[in-house]
């Protein structure tokens, strides 16, 4: 449980005191954007492995057992983040790495950036979030709740960083979207355009989801389904 708590702390850490930071500024000025991004893909890289074998050799401590009842509702709230996470790693996006030449297009705030202009770390959020519920126990705990702090506290750190590297150029987008979803729209800053989600790129997302499903049992041996 030792590693697996260090790995998290390890995990969440470089995002929290590197990724958006000043640091992260002072290191891109050494390194250039491209070095800094494979520094950086180094250390995440091996966050996630580090993560994914101390979860696997954690022990198995109850908290509130096995949340069985929950696995419908669950089934639908990870179908949304699949969604979420496919339409909006195909949607060109001001806030991804290499995006930035979105903001100088008039319509950058459009299709799922109208919901929220960080789709891919909410659809992580809701799934860290139906895993946490389900599992109960201890090391699930430690690694579904720091990946769901990590999605819920990187929106705000990519906000600082992007409005910090291109000033006036971000606002005009900031102000048309929302990091809470649907927030822009119930404001009235911006309009729910389903069309301009695109259905190629929901596909994508129910794919991912579909292949999740039928595989779920072989690669973790725990069925998703509902018995």
């Known amino acids: 449980m030792i590693s697996l ?3 998290a702390a390890f995990f969440v850490g470089i995002h929290v005191f590197i ?15 491209q070095g800094f991004q494979g520094f950086f893909s180094l250390l995440s890289l ?13 022990p198995s401590i109850d908290l509130w057992g096995r949340a069985l009842a929950f696995r419908p ?72 709740g720091s990946l769901l702090l990590l999605a819920l506290g990187g929106p705000p750190s990519i906000d600082a960083k992007r409005r910090r590297a291109f000033g006036n150029k971000w606002e ?5 979207t929302s990091n809470v979803p649907f927030a822009a729209i119930l404001q009235g800053r911006n309009t729910l355009r389903v069309d301009e989600l695109g259905l190629w790129r ?19 041996g725990v069925s998703p389904f509902p018995t």
């Not at 990724?19 to 954007?33: I, N, P």
């Not at 091996?46 to 954690?58: E, I, K, N, P, S």
């Not at 659809?123 to 599992?135: E, P, R, S």
């Open 19 to 33: 990724s958006g930071t000043r640091l992260r500024d002072r290191l891109v000025a050494q390194l250039g954007a």
């Open 172 to 176: 005009p987008f900031a102000a048309k």
């Open 5 to 7: 708590v260090l790995a």
């Open 202 to 220: 929901i596909g994508v997302g129910l794919v991912g989801y579909v292949a999740l499903l039928l595989s779920h049992h072989w690669l973790f």
């Open 46 to 58: 091996a966050g996630m492995v580090w993560l994914g074998f101390a979860y696997g050799h954690a």
């Open 73 to 144: 509702i669950a089934m639908v709230l990870v179908l949304l983040a699949f969604v979420f996470v496919g339409v909006g790693l195909t949607t060109p996006n001001p806030t991804a790495v290499g995006g930035e030449s979105q903001l100088d297009q008039a319509d950058a705030a459009r299709g799922i950036l109208r919901i929220t202009r960080h789709p891919f770390l909410w659809g992580v959020a809701l799934w860290a979030f139906t895993h946490l519920i389900l599992n109960g126990d201890a090391a699930s705990l430690v690694l579904f």
